[in-house]
């Protein structure tokens, strides 16, 4: 092969700009709704326990934020799924505090 690496390299790679999709609007989580009830449960996933909130009334963006929210304050892991967020290890106690100072209410645990 003659000439430099770079420079074969170079060739292969499309003229302009790879990413030709316009750029999405990045979401803006609205204002989640103050006063609503979530549902608190413990349940053992893998043997492992796990604390469940449900019955979230909004849009996703913004469960997605109270979810991030949630588990930086616990430094716990998590995800969210189905309308769910699900919380590692048994923080019920805490969760229900951290919801309470945010305006939500909760029952069950």
């Known amino acids: 092969m ?21 750029e999405a609007e990045p979401e ?9 009830v979530l549902c608190i449960a413990f349940q053992r996933r893998a043997g492992k326990p796990a604390t ?24 716990a892991g998590g995800s969210v799924r189905d309308d769910e967020i699900l919380l590692q290890g048994d923080v019920r106690d805490k969760v229900r505090r951290l919801l309470a100072d945010r305006g939500y209410k909760t029952k069950g645990g």
């Open 2 to 22: 003659t000439g430099d690496w770079k420079d074969a390299l170079a060739a292969l790679r499309p003229e302009g700009p790879v990413d030709t999709a316009p």
């Open 28 to 36: 803006t989580p609205e204002a989640p709704v103050k006063g609503q």
């Open 52 to 75: 469940i909130l449900s019955g979230w009334q909004g849009s996703p963006a913004a469960l997605r934020q109270l979810a991030a929210e949630l588990k930086t304050a616990l430094a």
